[in-house]
């Protein structure tokens, strides 16, 4: 009896012993922090920040775990391994997420430089036609400057899309889209009016 009860007492020990000694997942912790990290470089801040909103969060909470149990004499790392798995897949769709936003913004802006240029050529051209008289030298020349402001947005918008700053790209292409219709506009009013007369 005295025989079972010091196996029994050992037993005990030796099982409070490994449980006060639990490590720390120190893999999935890694694996985790490196998915968030990747999810940063891979640009979630600027295309897809509500996912990388979430692995952050994910992180922040497995983070608020491990200092938990760094106060506690019997720890247990079972919620924190199961808070670094879903942080590591969080920090993944991150990246995920990021990768098809940054590629839905390339083509955007692709199509919005195109879009820009024909419409930048066609008020070039039809500026060359704006009916000249009395009193439109100066409307002419304040189109001409906008057109060449344009242009200068336009050059830039390809500049940010050779450089990989989509989203940058597609607003300055709007930008000199903007303009040249607004130029076209104003010479097919003033053409339709000179018609009228």
Excluded: H
């Amino acid at each position: 009896m005295r025989r079972a009860l010091l196996v029994v007492v050992l037993g005990f020990g030796v099982a409070v012993t490994g449980v006060a000694c639990a490590s720390a997942p120190k893999a999935d912790i890694d694996a985790a922090n490196a998915a968030v990290a990747q999810a940063g470089t891979a640009g979630a801040g600027e295309y897809a920040a509500d996912s990388l909103k979430a692995a952050q969060d994910a992180q922040a909470a497995l983070e608020t775990e491990l200092k938990a149990q760094e106060g506690k004499w019997f720890k247990s790392y079972t919620k924190a391994t199961e808070l670094a798995v879903a942080a590591k897949a969080a920090g993944e769709k991150a990246a995920a997420d990021a990768a098809q936003a940054k590629t839905k913004a390339k083509d955007e802006a692709t199509a919005s430089i195109a879009d820009a240029k024909t419409q930048l050529g066609e008020a070039q051209a039809l500026l060359e036609k704006a009916p000249k008289g009395k009193g439109t030298a100066a409307d002419i020349e304040a189109m001409k400057t906008d057109l060449a402001n344009a242009a200068s947005a336009l050059a830039d918008a390809e500049k940010s899309l050779a450089g990989e700053r989509f989203l940058d790209a597609k607003t300055k292409a709007e930008s000199a889209k903007t303009a040249a219709s607004t130029v076209k506009t104003a010479v097919e009013t003033a053409m339709a009016a000179k018609a009228k007369r």
